[in-house]
């Protein structure tokens, strides 16, 4: 009989064809007539987003784009980004792209009003106030941002990643439209499902959870692992594309109210040092550290393989646990995801660094079973030596 709260304040829009409606479904929330349109060299190449500013310009909005933002992006670039919002008198954010642009987004939606950098907000040395209303509108299947109250920026002195979390950072509205992510390639398409599978199986498991975070998860989790194989297969998939913009939506709602763990901690670290796309540095550490996880609770984690389908019912709570393992490691060869050690740039003199950055990260301490750094350098090693 746990207490807990739940709170999401984004209205969410799901469905086929949203995109091309995006000024008639703004229009009732009255954000101003000044937009800064945020969105990432690689998605604006992709002629998603030239569509979307017309249809913001033809309704009357200025819109000015910011698109100079890196895949793992940086304090400075919110800062520059931060800069162009005053520069252009922008009274509201729409992010179109991934989990970089939505992130830089919000960074933007806090820096522009307030000035300051990232490092500030999240070190608690300003307040989160006075955010630009943001809305978001996803081209990828996987990060949830633009259902959650954090964005994920590396410091670029240091390299480290740093987290700013506030329930004013969710989107005033999240727009999905299946549609933007036909055109997702498979390696992508690969990447970010597993990280919102990731999403799901860590909001669920996490110190934090909470009984509404585990219903959506388990929705997520079974509708990702039925739907990414073939939306990796056939991209133009319009039904396994909704159903994986659903999961990666339910899993956004699931760990958004909960936290992530340790598989992101190692994940987070990996990308600050080689700038690893972010759901390959999950996909590479998720099967040791739910090997690592199941021990402290045996019987929640052959659920996970039970939502996930990769277990019966009948199976006993050990067995479902062996195919729990199998089943995320067959998923991930089937979807051609690099293993740790095919990752360029990825070497052992290192991994005193990543496990110091993992230890670090605020989220490991939500992880369901007590980590320390040499449980981290164990997986490490496991996962870098593994032939599976
Ligand atoms: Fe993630």
């Given at each position: 009989m746990e207490a807990y709260s739940y709170f999401c304040n984004t209205r969410i829009e799901m469905g086929i064809g949203n995109a091309k409606k995006i000024a008639q479904i703004l229009e009732p929330f009255n954000v101003g007539s000044s937009i800064l349109l945020v969105s990432d060299p690689g998605v604006v190449g992709t002629g998603l987003v030239s569509p979307i500013q017309k249809a913001l310009e033809d309704a009357g909005y200025n819109v000015t784009l910011f698109d100079a933002l890196s895949?793992?992006?940086?304090?400075?670039?919110?800062?520059?980004?931060?800069?162009?919002?005053?520069?252009?008198?922008?009274?509201?954010?729409?992010?179109?792209?991934?989990?970089?642009a939505m992130d830089v987004g919000k960074a933007i939606a806090l820096i522009g009003p307030n000035g300051g950098s990232p490092t500030e907000y999240a070190g608690g040395i300003r307040p989160y106030t006075n955010i630009a209303p943001i809305i978001c509108v996803p081209t990828t299947a996987g990060t949830g941002s633009e259902v959650t109250r954090s964005s994920v920026i590396t410091e670029q002195a240091t390299h480290r990643k740093i987290t700013l979390k506030d329930a004013l950072l969710r989107p005033l509205l999240a727009i999905l439209?299946?549609?933007?992510?036909?055109?997702?390639?498979?390696?992508?398409t690969a990447a970010t499902g597993v990280d919102a599978l990731v999403h799901a199986i860590?909001?669920?498991?996490?110190?934090?959870?909470?009984?509404?975070?585990?219903?959506?998860?388990?929705?997520?989790?079974?509708?990702?692992?039925s739907a990414l194989p073939e939306a990796y297969r056939d991209g133009r998939n319009i039904e396994a594309r909704f159903k994986m913009q659903e999961g990666s939506l339910l899993a956004g709602l699931c760990f958004g109210s909960a936290d992530v763990a340790a598989v992101h901690c190692l994940a987070e670290a990996l990308g600050s040092l080689y700038d690893t796309p972010h759901g390959v540095a999950n996909s590479v550490f998720l099967p040791y550290v739910l090997k690592f996880n199941a021990q402290e609770d045996i019987q929640m984690h052959a659920r996970l393989a039970k939502y996930m389908n990769?277990?019966?019912?009948?199976?006993?709570e050990s067995l479902a646990i062996d195919k729990l393992?199998?089943?995320?490691?067959?998923?991930?060869?089937?979807?051609?995801?690099?293993?740790?050690?095919?990752?360029?740039?990825?070497?052992?003199?290192?991994?005193?660094?990543?496990?110091?950055?993992?230890?670090?990260?605020?989220?490991?301490?939500?992880?369901?079973?007590?980590?320390?750094?040499?449980?981290?350098?164990?997986?490490?090693?496991?996962?870098?030596?593994?032939?599976?």
């Open positions: 895949q793992n992006p940086r304090d400075t670039e919110c800062i520059a980004g931060a800069a162009l919002f005053n520069e252009c008198e922008a009274q509201a954010i729409v992010a179109v792209g991934g989990g970089s439209d299946p549609e933007l992510t036909q055109t997702v390639p498979p390696a992508v860590e909001g669920y498991t996490c110190k934090v959870s909470n009984p509404i975070s585990r219903a959506l998860g388990a929705s997520a989790m079974e509708k990702i692992v990769f277990a019966q019912d009948s199976d006993t393992i199998i089943g995320i490691q067959e998923l991930t060869e089937n979807l051609a995801i690099p293993k740790l050690n095919e990752l360029p740039g990825v070497k052992t003199e290192d991994f005193d660094k990543i496990v110091e950055l993992s230890v670090l990260n605020g989220s490991t301490k939500s992880n369901v079973r007590a980590i320390n750094a040499s449980n981290y350098r164990k997986i490490l090693e496991t996962a870098y030596h593994s032939e599976n």
